[in-house]
């Protein structure tokens, strides 16, 4: 079964194909062709879902190299939900793209496609060193969307997420070298084998490269002391770029779930839950970091990036309570801060277009031209970011609340998070009272030539995912669970080996 | 050998480190091009430092580690498209804000570098460029 690898594969082939020469100046087909393709890994990764939720985790081996010496594509519960979250904001944030941002320079569409193909394999590969390959196909991606249309603040912005992430790699090679050194293999569940029976001069060494990565990890996720990237690059970039990277966060997250949850886990002996206390210092930090910029917001996109930033730091306290349930209310709670902040800057680039010269910054402005349904679209997006029952922001925080609970870490944790949700409240309905109600002037009638109905789709299509995320919960918060579970108990090579057609046995 | 290797490492990350604290982004893409050398000598160590041994598993014999030879040769390719694309949007960047610093606010000893060379450089390049990015 090729399945697994196919999510990495179609982007690539999709990527290729726009980038044919015929394609050059027909934006229309580039288009068209890209949603296509969207469409079909968005059916794909539904499929690759289903077949991991009645099959098991599915593993590919690349070349039929036996485990551990080839390199594996591991698709488990975990793992495919986080492929067909990324569909699903792929392609509603490219559609948004479609409806003229693409205009603005060359080769957006193909640059998307090796965006997905970075991401996706990031989310499968079952080897440290791939997931850097991954991930660094996923940022020159990034850093070149991140200046699609040029401009001061954008070229700014960029060096500053460039320069920073190639330390971050630099960091991450380093880390690389010592756990091989430590561990002498770099295939994640082999290193989660070994773990437990590491001898004890290698202790030190693996304890060094675990906590280099949690710093890789942290500058991705956007970890405290390292998230001052965030705002900046998030605000000034393209719409339909700025909410496809609300998933880019959560590959940091992802990868802490894959090496530090499970390699460093609880059955990891000398090396079990390293950097976890760390961890959860700086989470709390991080959230009390995100609420002091939301409340000091001055536009609507800067007070996305800063609830992204909120976003990851809840995200992050789960991860550090080190438990099973902490996990899987991470899983539940990704899915949603994942499309509602891609929701949320749709909705901002759809607001933009309609104040004009005030474009998203807080001030007495011009009334909008579509004021009921970008206002039922802001109220049903800041419901749900803020976590007001009954939609899934609520879910997902009584989740991990719940976790924080069972776990013992409910003192510290619920303060946080709860405040972290008044503080989102207030700086919302500030910033919605000063769009929708304090106006002056007429309505600016060029957004009616501006904004196309596939503005308006997109947003409401991610939008209404929240309303998706509440009625599915039952299904989704019991698939979470079985997914944490899934991912502790992990693959062993054995079980890898058998699933390779001609691999020995 | 161990000791001359990872002095040779030593000094390479200590000048990169230098070079990536300084303001202007010349010197910080030269500071990342240092930086990835060592890391890359560094991955190549990971597998232990023999000589004159094959690079597979023999029988009986000692073997140098291929892996660690195998990723280097993944992180220099990916080195090198990074460092290129740093350099690129330096220079856009170079282009777009008028000055090499990194924030991109030009400090009293750049302006004066610009006066020095006013007969060269009619118009400070922030102006030049300035109204045509919004």
């Not at chain 1, 190639?166 to 690389?176: E, P, T, V």
């Not at chain 1, 530090?260 to 059955?267: A, N, T």
């Not at chain 1, 409340?295 to 990851?312: C, F, P």
């Amino acid at each position: 079964m090729h399945l697994p690898v196919l999510p990495v594969l179609l982007p690539f082939f999709a990527a290729v194909f726009i980038l044919f020469p015929w394609f050059n100046m027909r934006l229309n087909a580039q288009r068209v062709v890209a949603q296509g393709f969207l469409l079909l890994l968005l059916g794909l990764t539904v499929y690759l879902f289903v077949e991991v939720l009645n099959h098991g985790p599915q593993a590919y081996a690349m070349g039929d190299w036996q485990a551990p010496f080839g390199i594996f594509l591991v698709a488990d519960l975990m793992s495919a939900s986080m492929l067909v979250l990324t569909s699903v904001l792929a392609l509603a944030t490219h559609l948004y793209g479609c409806a003229g941002e693409d205009t603005k320079g060359r080769f957006f569409h193909p640059l998307y496609m090796f965006q997905l193909m970075g991401l996706n394999g990031a989310f499968l590969t079952a080897d440290a060193f791939n997931l850097f390959v991954f991930f660094e196909i996923l940022l020159i991606a990034s850093y070149s969307l991140l200046i699609h249309g040029g401009g001061r603040e954008r070229t700014r912005a960029a060096q500053h997420y460039v320069l920073f992430n190639l330390i971050g790699s630099a960091f991450f090679l380093i880390a690389l070298a010592v756990l091989y050194r430590a561990f002498g293999t770099l295939n994640i569940p082999d290193m989660a084998a070994r773990a437990a029976q590491l001898p004890a001069e290698s202790l030190p060494l693996a304890e060094a490269g675990g906590l280099l990565l949690m710093v890789v990890f942290g500058i991705k996720s956007a970890l405290l002391p390292l998230h001052f990237w965030l705002p900046k690059t998030y605000s000034n970039t393209s719409i339909p770029v700025a909410a496809l990277f609300a998933v880019m966060t959560k590959v940091g997250i992802y990868s802490l779930w894959r090496i530090h949850s499970v390699v460093f886990g609880p059955d990891a002996g000398a090396v079990a839950g390293i950097g976890m206390n760390a961890l959860a210092w700086l989470s709390g930090g991080t959230l009390a970091a995100g609420i002091i910029g939301v409340l000091a917001s001055q536009s609507l996109r800067w007070l996305i990036a800063n609830l992204i930033i909120i976003s990851v730091g809840t995200l992050l306290v789960s991860v550090s309570l080190g438990t099973e349930s902490g996990i899987a209310a991470g899983l539940y709670y990704t899915l949603h801060s994942t499309l509602m902040c891609g929701a949320f800057f749709l909705l901002a680039g759809l607001i933009t277009l309609q104040r004009g010269q005030a474009e998203d910054r807080f001030v007495r402005s011009r009334p909008l031209l579509y004021p009921v349904i970008s206002g039922l679209l802001y109220a049903l997006v800041a419901m749900a970011l803020i976590g007001l029952p009954p939609f899934s922001g609520f879910i997902g925080k009584v989740f991990i609340l719940q976790a924080a609970y069972d776990s013992g870490d409910a003192l510290w944790v619920w303060p946080l998070v709860l405040v972290s949700g008044l503080a989102a409240l207030i700086a919302l309905s500030r910033a919605g009272t000063t769009i929708f109600w304090r106006t002056q002037g007429t309505v600016l009638t060029e957004a009616r030539e501006r904004i196309s109905p596939l503005h308006l789709l997109s947003a409401g299509l991610l939008t209404a995912m929240t309303v998706v995320l509440v009625v599915a919960a039952g299904p989704l918060t019991e698939w979470s669970m079985q997914a944490a579970s899934e991912l502790r108990a992990g693959l062993t090579v054995q079980q890898i080996n058998d699933q390779i057609p001609g691999g020995v046995r | 050998m161990e000791l001359v290797y990872s002095v040779t490492v030593g000094i390479m990350v200590t000048c990169s480190v230098f070079l990536m604290l300084r303001g202007h982004t010349f010197a910080i893409v030269m500071g990342l091009t240092l930086m990835s050398y060592a890391v890359n000598l560094f991955l190549f160590a990971s597998g232990g430092l023999v000589l004159n041994q094959p690079a597979i598993l023999a029988e009986g014999a000692e073997y140098s580690d291929p892996l660690p030879q195998a990723l280097v040769l993944t992180a220099i390719v990916i080195g090198f498209a990074m460092t290129a694309f740093a350099l690129i949007l330096a220079i856009r960047a170079r282009a777009d804000l008028g000055n090499d610093q990194v924030d991109g606010k030009a400090t009293s000893s750049d302006i004066l570098a610009d006066k020095d060379h006013e007969g060269q450089l009619r118009q400070h390049p922030d102006k030049a460029t300035g109204g045509k990015h919004k």
